[in-house]
């Protein structure tokens, strides 16, 4: 395994945390549940067979990653039960209920994280009308952008200067990143809400959307 595949595996352990404890829905351990480490091999595998064609990366791994976990269940035993919230009793094999369920609850899920990122959001003073018409047109713009993003959020003094004075450290990105500061200021609304959805892992299903290229530089 390449060291590049090993940081970005690393760096996404609670994204497949999440999802095979969703999955499971119970709370799992690393050193005792073997969920999470069929969850860690078909993430591994996602890496190798994704490509473009098959839209969203975490989209398509987490897909993997359940099927992954549901043939596990099924060798185990043709009639393990799960509990949902509400208590009640279902078995793996009405699947498409679990489905259903797994849908509403992402649902859920997906809709307390964007008020959630509209409240971080509204604390830079940016809304999400500023990012409509702030946002850029071409797609080499916003890859860069991306990258930008990405390097910055991986900056522990770029990002607490950034959670603490709520401005975005123009200079010290310059610096970091090698870009002309009327660049970062030109897309500086945009910059920190990607930087906020790097940065905090509240923020997951959001993210996923900004489909991030495995095998990039941002590996």
Same mark, same amino acid.
């Given at each position: 395994?390449?060291?590049?595949?090993?940081?970005?595996?690393?760096?996404?352990?609670?994204?497949?945390?999440?999802?095979?404890?969703?999955?499971?829905?119970?709370?799992?351990?690393?050193?005792?549940?073997?969920?999470?480490?069929?969850?860690?091999?078909?993430?591994? @595998?996602?890496? &190798? !067979?994704?490509? #473009?064609?098959?839209?969203?990366? =975490?989209?398509? %791994? *987490?897909?993997?990653?359940?099927?992954?976990?549901?043939?596990?269940?099924?060798?185990?035993?043709?009639?393990?039960?799960?509990?949902?919230?509400?208590?009640?009793?279902?078995?793996?094999?009405?699947?498409?209920?679990?489905?259903?369920?797994?849908?509403?609850?992402?649902?859920?899920?997906?809709?307390?994280?964007?008020?959630?990122?509209?409240?971080?959001?509204?604390?830079?003073?940016?809304?999400?009308?500023?990012?409509?018409?702030?946002?850029? @047109?071409?797609? &080499? !713009?916003?890859? #860069?952008?991306?990258?930008?993003? =990405?390097?910055? %959020? *991986?900056?522990?003094?770029?990002?607490?200067?950034?959670?603490?004075?709520?401005?975005?450290?123009?200079?010290?990105?310059?610096?970091?990143?090698?870009?002309?500061?009327?660049?970062?200021?030109?897309?500086?609304?945009?910059?920190?809400?990607?930087?906020?959805?790097?940065?905090?892992?509240?923020?997951?299903?959001?993210?996923?959307?900004?489909?991030?290229?495995?095998?990039?530089?941002?590996?």
């Amino acid at each position: 395994m390449t060291l590049e595949r090993e940081k970005f595996i690393s760096e996404n352990k609670s994204f497949i945390y999440k999802v095979a404890s969703s999955i499971c829905k119970r709370k799992l351990e690393w050193e005792n549940d073997d969920e999470l480490s069929i969850a860690l091999i078909a993430f591994n @595998k996602s890496i &190798d !067979t994704y490509n #473009e064609d098959k839209g969203n990366f =975490f989209s398509y %791994s *987490k897909m993997l990653i359940k099927n992954a976990l549901i043939d596990y269940f099924r060798k185990r035993s043709k009639t393990i039960n799960v509990y949902l919230e509400n208590e009640e009793l279902i078995s793996f094999e009405q699947k498409s209920s679990i489905e259903k369920y797994e849908i509403d609850n992402e649902n859920k899920i997906r809709a307390h994280e964007i008020m959630l990122f509209s409240n971080k959001l509204k604390e830079f003073g940016v809304s999400f009308n500023d990012l409509v018409s702030n946002s850029p @047109k071409h797609k &080499d !713009t916003r890859e #860069e952008l991306i990258n930008v993003a =990405f390097e910055a %959020s *991986k900056n522990i003094v770029i990002v607490e200067k950034l959670l603490k004075t709520k401005q975005l450290p123009i200079k010290q990105i310059c610096i970091l990143t090698s870009k002309k500061e009327k660049f970062i200021e030109k897309w500086r609304r945009y910059l920190v809400a990607l930087i906020l959805i790097l940065a905090d892992d509240e923020l997951m299903y959001i993210r996923s959307y900004l489909n991030i290229k495995v095998g990039d530089e941002n590996d």
